[in-house]
T-cell receptor, first 113, second 110 residues
């Protein structure tokens, strides 16, 4: 079955450490997205990529970095510059058109040690 | 800027009908989508309205009025499993990027 796989499900970060969240999709979608969700809040866009080797900042990109070397993969690195990284991180993908639904992974919950 | 407003929470009883409203301010409007998210889970797509009117999918219906910049999600014959957060979302730009509302937490009581 096609879908999006995020790993790990839970992640703990030490002070000053960079951590990388994995996102893989086998839906053959061109577009991929990373969102951050805080308790009781909506989804805020961190980065998005419409095509391989290209990506753009979303609304809250500071302290995060991404790469898109393969169509299937869009990893997110939470750097030490992100001072409040504790949140639920969701990866999504879609066909690259305005009216297409986004398909989400099960998320990674990141906490500070 | 672009924004979508929806109530933070709604409570209803099992078997009832509930309506979740969404008002939006976006540039270059392409339509309104609805997503459901159970606590701690992945959002899942429910419906999309590109044109004015009502779209029905089983117990769920979604309505759009572009002249009023307004839409709603209608849930009928509520079940306990419908307790979840519901997000409206609108496309932003020509690609697949979306702007999400803050979400409405629906609690279904026995």
């Amino acid at each position: 079955d096609g879908g999006i796989t995020q790993s790990p499900k839970y992640l703990f970060r030490k002070e000053g450490q960079n951590v990388t969240l994995s996102c893989e999709q086998n839906l053959n979608h061109d577009a991929m997205y990373w969102y951050r969700q805080d308790p009781g809040q909506g989804l805020r866009l961190i980065y998005y990529s419409q095509i391989v080797n290209d990506f753009q900042k979303g609304d809250i990109a500071e302290g995060y970095s991404v790469s898109r070397e393969k169509k299937e993969s869009f990893p997110l690195t939470v750097t030490s510059a992100q001072k409040n990284p504790t949140a639920f991180y969701l990866c999504a993908s879609s066909i690259r058109q305005p009216n297409q639904p986004q398909h989400f992974g099960d998320g990674t919950r990141l906490s500070i040690l | 800027g672009q924004s979508l407003e929806q109530p933070s929470e709604v409570t209803a009883v099992e078997g009832a009908i509930v309506q979740i409203n969404c008002t939006y301010q976006t540039s270059g409007f392409y339509g309104l989508s609805w997503y459901q998210q159970h606590d701690g889970g992945a959002p899942t797509f429910l419906s999309y309205n590109a044109l004015d009117g009502l779209e029905e999918t089983g117990r769920f219906s979604s309505f759009l009025s572009r002249s009023d910049s307004y839409g709603y999600l209608l849930l009928q014959e509520l079940q306990m499993k419908d307790s979840a957060s519901y997000f409206c979302a609108a496309p932003s730009g020509q690609g697949g990027k979306l702007i999400f509302g803050q979400g409405t937490e629906l609690s279904v009581k026995p």
